[in-house]
């Protein structure tokens, strides 16, 4: 089981490599907040038509939510927020998250609470209130009005800050992002949120990103070699985990299959440490809460597994190692876990039936890039048969 040893073992690895980095001169340079807010600050200014106010924030990352930002908006109003900064969990080790990660905002003081997919981001309000923004990480949500699941003393653990415009648009927010652009754009943050818009919804038909970890653009919708559907998955320093409900019962004989093939592992080491915890997994959820999840590993041998090492997870998400290393890396593989044997030798216990399916992406920690496709997820047993994708 992994413990105090391999979280030295990895952190060792990880000041290595951060210092190799320092050395080479690649680690990235920190962003240039008095540039940044310079910058966009000019821009607005060749805008005035389109601007009804904007405001800079200042938020350590230490702060706990959440910071009244002075801005009130109307009901059927919007505002656009563009966020530049980062948020140490280590220093020494190079770990940091970007503002997409731990930016959320909401309107009014009892939420819902929203983040975005990238470091822009546009609300809408629905009804009238002030606008509030936080620090997500390292904490995680307790509810969708934003109260936390630890104690806040965990912020004290972190160190850095972001830079953060809000903006509250006289009229359609994609026309104020279009005269923006027209403006000059600086740092490209209005073109980026404008074709995020027109992504539209973040998730794929029939699934929907786990609320309190928020929306990304990991998952895609695609087709296997023969043309059936398919689920693409692209995950560069993001975290994302989709979600699809499907009720099936857990018997003797419930099996999970599934093809995929894996094209990138986010990860250069084992995954079974707090900061080298990025890996790309299918996953079932069960009625306690419960969930096992099935990952290709960077070095770890096939059949390890490990209770989850993040302080949210640990009591919730089982690892399981389905395959290792680089062998077969590109290629497209059929699975097949009996999920009932799993659960009772993971668990100890019957967790109650299947309620969801999850695919998860996660590359924040090492800021790695890790590409997948998924294809085939069933589940089967007593006869029945139901199929995810």
């Known amino acids: 089981m992994p413990g105090t040893l391999v979280d030295l073992s990895v952190a060792a690895r990880l000041r290595l490599r951060a210092f190799s980095r320092q050395l080479r001169g690649d680690l ?40 009244d930002t002075g801005v009130s908006v109307a009901g059927g109003e919007a505002v656009s927020l ?28 009892r939420g819902p609470i929203r983040s975005s997919s990238r470091d822009t ?33 965990v912020y004290r653990s972190v160190s850095g800050e972001m830079r953060i415009v809000v903006i509250r648009w006289r009229g359609d927010a994609l026309a104020g992002l279009d005269a923006l652009v027209a403006a ?27 609320w309190h970890l928020g929306d990304a653009e990991i998952f895609r919708p695609s087709t296997d070699p023969s043309g059936a559907p398919a689920l ?40 079974d440490s707090v900061p080298s915890h990025d890996y790309l997994s299918i996953a079932i959820e069960f009625t306690n809460g419960l969930d096992l999840t099935y990952y290709w590993s960077k070095s770890l041998p096939v059949g390890a597994h490990f209770w989850c090492p993040l302080p949210n997870w640990k ?20 699975e097949r876990r009996n999920l009932h044997d799993d659960a009772l030798r993971y668990f100890g216990a019957h967790p109650g039936d299947i309620v969801r399916a999850w695919l998860i992406a996660v590359s924040i920690f090492q800021r790695g890039s890790g590409a997948c496709i998924y294809a085939d997820i069933r589940l089967s047993g007593g006869g029945e048969q139901r199929t995810v994708l």
């Open 28 to 67: 990235e340079p920190e962003p240039d907040l008095d540039g940044f807010e310079r910058d966009v600050t000019a821009a607005l200014a060749r805008c005035p038509a389109v601007v009804a106010e904007s405001k800079w924030i200042r938020l350590p990352s230490n702060e706990p939510p959440w910071r």
């Open 82 to 109: 563009f966020a530049a900064g980062r948020t140490y969990a280590s220093r020494p080790l190079d770990i940091w998250v970007a503002p997409k990660t731990q930016l959320w905002a909401r309107i009014g003081e």
């Open 121 to 153: 981001h546009t609300l809408r309000a629905d009804s009238a209130g002030r606008l509030y923004v936080g620090n997500y990480f390292p904490n995680d949500w307790k509810d969708a009005t934003g109260a936390r699941l630890q104690d806040d003393v």
């Open 184 to 210: 000059g754009d600086p740092h490209g943050v209005a073109s980026s949120e404008r074709e995020r818009l027109a992504l539209g919804p973040p998730a794929p038909p029939g699934w929907r990103y786990l």
């Open 232 to 271: 693409c998955c692209k995950t560069h320093r993001d975290v994302g985990i989709l979600q699809r409900d499907v009720a099936f019962p857990l018997r003797p004989d419930t099996e999970l299959t599934w093809r995929w093939r894996v094209d990138a592992l986010p990860g250069f080491m084992r995954e």
């Open 315 to 334: 009591h919730r998400e089982y690892h399981v190692v389905q395959r290792s290393g680089s062998a077969g890396l590109g290629e497209w593989h059929g």
